[in-house]
């Protein structure tokens, strides 16, 4: 019978996760084009497993492993985000190893409140452990994406950074390099990937874009996605810009509708930027993910967030988005508000609010951009 394999990486490392083809979403974020859980084995005396991967695909990972050396001569797992999709197979591996499991103080502690006393090590930021000739060195980097990440590096026949959150993406490929993939996609994911789940935490992403720069890696090993070979300083230059919160000439206007009417209005209020020769992109918010709008916000300057007075106040739909934008935290935007309404208005009191609550700038007198009815 013909089973799934590793994927040998380089020398004696190998990818040993998992690829979820199908999944369209990611604890809410789409994900058009999959997810990945990437774990790695290294093969010496005393066997190493990096990460791994989300519970339903504990079966994937250990017929990789299985495939390379017996599951059971499994002699230490580092574990470098205690998230569930990069821990989810942890306890089973170590029941079926007895491995020692390696993380941070604060993953020993996340680790322990969900799987329990699993034999652990403390790895200290700046550390280097000798597992039987197997060199690896941690390095914290926390809130990237949780106060426990750490990642790690190898120094073997390569150095490899074991980057886990860091420099990832969310696509499924059955091929593990970025020079076997389309590089424009895999590269518009690792913006999608830094503006959901990194962007909130931009000051420490930046410190450890920095870290992870002085490295040197000649691999970066992402827990999601692509691994970066030749084209480190691509997703290096990505992250330099998206953690200065560099912008572009571009005009997003978000919209709400009810009857057509601020839908209507976004054309006229997406004509005020055109003419300033911006570039205008329209997102209604009963079509486009949430996910998506936030990765367009990352280098946009302007937002224009339009949205009808729903019962005295702004739809649904709007309060989810204003709520995304709250959470993501997005910087360095002016922004602007429209609407059409019926009775006494407030729609757009609100939106202006909420979105100088949050730290951007007000850049219009909305009493011109909006309709009755
Ligand atoms: Fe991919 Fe924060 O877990």
Request: with cysteine; aromatic share 12%.
């Given at each position: 019978m013909c089973e799934i394999k590793a994927i040998k990486i380089s020398g004696n490392v190998y990818w040993v996760g998992a690829n979820d083809?199908?999944?369209?979403?990611?604890h809410g974020y789409s994900t058009p084009n999959g997810v990945t859980y990437n774990a790695y084995l290294i093969t010496g005396k005393e066997p190493v497993v990096i990460d791994s991967v989300k519970a339903a695909f504990t079966d994937e990972m250990i017929t990789r492993i299985n495939s390379v050396?017996?599951?059971?001569?499994?002699k230490h797992i580092i574990s470098n985000h205690s998230e569930f999709d990069h821990s989810g197979a942890i306890k089973q591996l170590y029941e079926l190893s007895g491995a020692k499991v390696y993380a941070s103080a604060a993953g020993v502690k996340a680790l322990n409140a969900m799987y329990?006393?699993?034999n652990y090590t403390t790895l200290n930021s700046g550390e280097t452990i000798d597992l039987a000739g197997i060199k690896l060195t941690a390095h914290a980097t926390p809130?990237?994406?949780?106060?426990d990440n750490i990642v790690t590096v190898y120094e073997g026949e390569k150095r490899i950074l074991?980057?886990?959150?860091?420099?990832?993406?969310?696509y499924a490929s059955s091929k593990k390099l970025d020079?076997?993939?389309?590089l424009n996609t895999v590269m518009d994911e690792a913006k999608k990937y830094y503006a959901n789940i990194v962007m909130p935490y931009s000051a420490q992403a930046a410190k450890a874009a920095a870290a992870v720069k002085s490295i040197n890696a000649d691999i970066i090993a992402p827990s999601h996605g692509i691994i970066w070979t030749k084209h480190i300083c691509d997703i290096l230059s990505l992250y330099d810009s998206l953690t200065k919160n560099e912008k572009t000439d571009k005009a997003i206007i978000v919209y709400d509708s009810m009857w057509g009417n601020t839908a209507k209005l976004s054309r006229t209020v997406g004509a005020i930027f055109e003419n300033k020769e911006l570039t205008v992109k329209y997102c209604d918010l009963r079509c486009t993910d949430l996910s998506d709008i936030i990765t367009e916000l990352t280098d946009a300057k302007y937002l224009a967030l339009g949205c009808p007075t729903f019962y005295g106040t702004i739809t649904p739909h709007t309060a989810a988005f204003l709520s995304y934008l709250k959470a993501l935290k997005p910087q360095n935007i002016e922004f602007m508000c429209f609407g059409s309404y019926g009775w006494g208005g407030g729609a757009i009191k609100e939106m202006t609010a909420a979105l100088s609550s949050m730290g951007f700038n007000h850049i219009a007198d909305t009493d011109d951009i909006t309709v009755i009815y």
């Open positions: 083809f199908d999944c369209r979403s990611f050396i017996p599951v059971n001569t499994v329990g006393d699993l809130m990237v994406h949780w106060p074991f980057s886990n959150d860091a420099l990832g993406q969310h020079v076997e993939v389309d």
